[in-house]
């Protein structure tokens, strides 16, 4: 199986940072990588798919990029309803997998 | 406006079953991939099934194989999760969602609880 680490776990940020998440495969996937968002008891949304296209309706602010088996997930200036829990996915294979997410709190 | 509704979940023993079901509506079903995907509680996300169009490919992740079934029938637009020898770790709020290679639209989800 493929193993997908993201780092950091927990980020700590204010309105207005750049903030970056990462994420790591354990063997390369090409560009077959998603990135979703999720706040507390709801279902996550997806955010961006084949590493760098952005979702429809999803703000520029969000942007993805990478490939192989390096990948980052971008927020340009972070908005309150940004504070949330975010993942990645690689689809390159079964079974598909996640990263153990990183949540985003409020500095 | 895509719709996935998960229902069937509940409180149930080690050992025992409970069937998911998954109504879908707003795009064209038997075009699109399904799967199940779930989340223990306080935890990440796990990808769990998924079937094709037609229903002529499965898969499942190692961890469900020989215990849980995955099927659908297009004439009623929706997806089942059979769930048979329930342990403690499955427990989990299961989600449904369309299946593009990706997971574009996901449904609120349904809890099951293994506990005895």
């Known amino acids: 199986d493929i193993q997908m680490t993201q780092s950091p776990s927990t980020l700590s940020a204010s309105v207005g940072d750049r903030v970056t998440i990462t994420c790591r495969a354990s063997?390369?996937?090409?560009?077959?990588l998603a990135w979703y968002q999720q706040k507390p008891g709801k279902a996550p949304k997806l955010l961006i798919y084949k590493a760098s296209t952005l979702e429809s309706g999803v703000p520029s602010r969000f942007s993805g990029s990478g490939s192989g088996t390096e990948f980052t997930l971008t927020i340009s200036s972070l908005q309150p309803d940004d504070f949330a829990t975010y993942y990645c996915?690689?689809?390159?294979?079964?079974?598909?997998?996640f990263g153990q997410g990183t949540k985003v709190e409020i500095k | 406006e895509v719709q996935l509704v998960e229902s069937g979940g509940g409180f149930v023993q080690p050992g025992g079953s409970l069937r998911l079901s998954c109504a879908a509506s707003?795009?064209?079903?038997?075009?699109?991939?399904m799967s199940w995907v779930r989340q223990a509680p306080g935890k990440g996300l796990e990808w769990v099934a998924n079937i094709k169009e037609d229903g002529s490919e499965i898969h499942y992740v190692d961890s469900v194989k020989g215990r849980f079934t995955i099927s659908r029938d297009n004439a009623k637009n929706s997806v089942y999760l059979q769930m048979n020898s329930l342990r403690a770790e499955d427990t989990a709020v299961y989600y449904c969602a369309r299946d593009v290679s990706w997971t574009d639209y996901w449904g609120r989800g349904t809890l099951v609880t293994v506990s005895s």
């Open positions: 707003g795009f064209t079903f038997n075009s699109y991939w």
């Open positions: 996915q690689q689809y390159n294979s079964y079974p598909r997998t």
């Open positions: 063997q390369s996937i090409s560009r077959w």
